[in-house]
């Protein structure tokens, strides 16, 4: 059973450990600027509050029994941990750890290429990425933030609209190289069509695109945008994408935009974080760089 945290002894723990370091208390007295007889004094309180003997005096250097040794274990993590947010703290680092959900599209076309940058700058904070599809969140509220698109119903948390966005065609530049034209959105016929989910966002830009009925040589369907934009990049079809999941592909070269014309998304990105008085300095540091580099797209998402 835990001992209550008001009844510590912190000053006998920290007698203790430097006692059980150096196997000597005069050492240890002199580390902690006091005196010999003080070091033994906190010592033997520490036992009696412990009702366990914590050193065997009968020899020199004096040696730790089990009970010391195991409270040594604990002491020992726990002054290092406080040493090391000390640290950071005086540095002006922040330290811990922080669990995101994002779904798996934005998390391996934005999310993970990005986030390399968060971890640079703060080098102390842990950061867990999960991902789950977005008409089905299970964890999103159980996470120290989460990026989703779709619903903004989360009770209890603090929802943050980051970007409306609209999504286009993509495919690799060998397939405009290819012996099939795509020089109008009808030439799209003679081409593979690569879902995410469903063909719910083809359907509006084929209407928004003035055609009906449109029959592709091939349709392959994908569990998500992570997928489907792989095999676009991989040279088996069209897929769609938008500024956030193919911004990069396109800079870069890997995907090219055959046609200008865009469909809005059917629903926003949203980050859903706590209230801010439950939040943590590192959740609270990554909710403003995920906010920032989503300003940075801004002016290319639909407002």
Not at 3 to 23: G, K, N, Q, T, V
Not at 129 to 153: F, K, M, N, R
Request: some cysteine; proline content about 6%.
């Amino acid at each position: 059973m835990a001992l209550d945290r008001s009844r510590l002894p912190l000053h006998a723990l920290r007698a203790f450990e430097a006692a059980a370091r150096h196997r000597n208390l005069v050492r240890a007295a002199e580390e902690l600027g006091v005196t010999h007889g003080a070091v033994s004094h906190q010592i033997r309180a520490l036992e009696e509050a412990l009702k366990t003997q914590l050193f065997d005096r009968r020899h020199r250097p004096i040696s730790l029994t089990t009970s010391g040794e195991q409270l040594l274990s604990a002491v020992d993590s726990a002054f290092d941990r406080l040493s090391r947010a000390a640290g950071a703290l005086r540095a002006g680092e922040l330290e811990g750890e922080i669990t995101i959900s994002c779904v798996p599209g934005l998390a391996s076309n934005w999310l993970v290429p990005k986030l390399g940058e968060f971890l640079v700058a703060h080098s102390s904070i842990a950061v867990h990425v999960v991902t789950e599809y977005w008409q089905h969140p299970t964890i999103a509220d159980q996470c120290d933030l989460a990026i989703a698109y779709g619903s903004a119903e989360h009770p209890g948390k603090r929802v943050v609209l980051l970007g409306h966005s609209a999504f286009f065609p993509v495919c690799s530049p060998t397939l405009l190289a290819g012996c099939a034209p795509l020089q109008a959105p009808e030439d799209i016929a003679d081409h593979t069509l690569l879902h995410e989910y469903s063909d719910e966002t083809w359907s509006r830009w084929f209407v928004a695109a003035g055609l009906k009925n449109i029959l592709a040589r091939r349709q392959v369907y994908f569990d998500g945008a992570h997928l489907s934009l792989q095999a676009a990049r991989s040279g088996y079809g069209l897929a769609m994408g938008d500024i956030p999941t193919v911004g990069d592909d396109l800079i870069a070269g890997s995907l090219v935009q055959p046609f200008t014309l865009s469909v809005p998304a059917a629903y926003p990105y949203y980050l859903i974080a706590p209230p801010k008085a439950e939040q943590s300095a590192p959740g609270r540091a990554l909710e403003e760089w995920l906010i920032e580099k989503f300003k940075e797209i801004t002016k290319l998402l639909i407002p």
